[in-house]
Nanobody, 116 residues
Framework: QVQLVESGGGLVQAGGSLRLSCAAP????????MGWYRQAPGKPRELVATITTDGTTIYVDSVKGRFTISRDGAKITVYLQMNSLKPEDTAVYHC??????????WGQGTQVTVSS
């Protein structure tokens, strides 16, 4: 069973920063586009950012200029650096691997809470 393991969530004040990490098996990391998705209570899950194996990135408009996705091949880890956080960024953030918008593999999720 493929395991994507997220870490780095927590509680932060508005304007603060957090960095999420996702450790992946090398067999997945080397082949698939990696991404972060989030789901807030009562809302549908949405794509936050994705990064291909060659480093091409996609961001949802609401996080452009504030969030940065990156991947480290040596550590087989994907990161999401989140700056200037807003209360509306509060959600469970999931790491995923696979097609953009329709990933195959999912992590358990990590809670991010931004207080106003």
């Amino acid at each position: 069973q493929v395991q994507l393991v997220e870490s780095g969530g927590g509680l932060v004040q508005a304007g603060g920063s957090l960095r999420l990490s996702c450790a992946a098996p090398r067999s997945i990391f080397n082949i698939y586009t990696m991404g972060w998705y989030r789901q807030a209570p009562g809302k549908p899950r949405e794509l936050v950012a994705t990064i291909t194996t060659d480093g091409t990135t996609i961001y949802v408009d609401s996080v452009k200029g504030r969030f940065t996705i990156s991947r480290d091949g040596a550590k087989i880890t994907v990161y999401l650096q989140m700056n200037s956080l807003k209360p509306e960024d509060t959600a469970v953030y999931h790491c995923a691997a696979g097609a953009v918008g329709y990933p195959t593999y999912w992590g358990q999720g990590t809670q991010v809470t931004v207080s106003s």
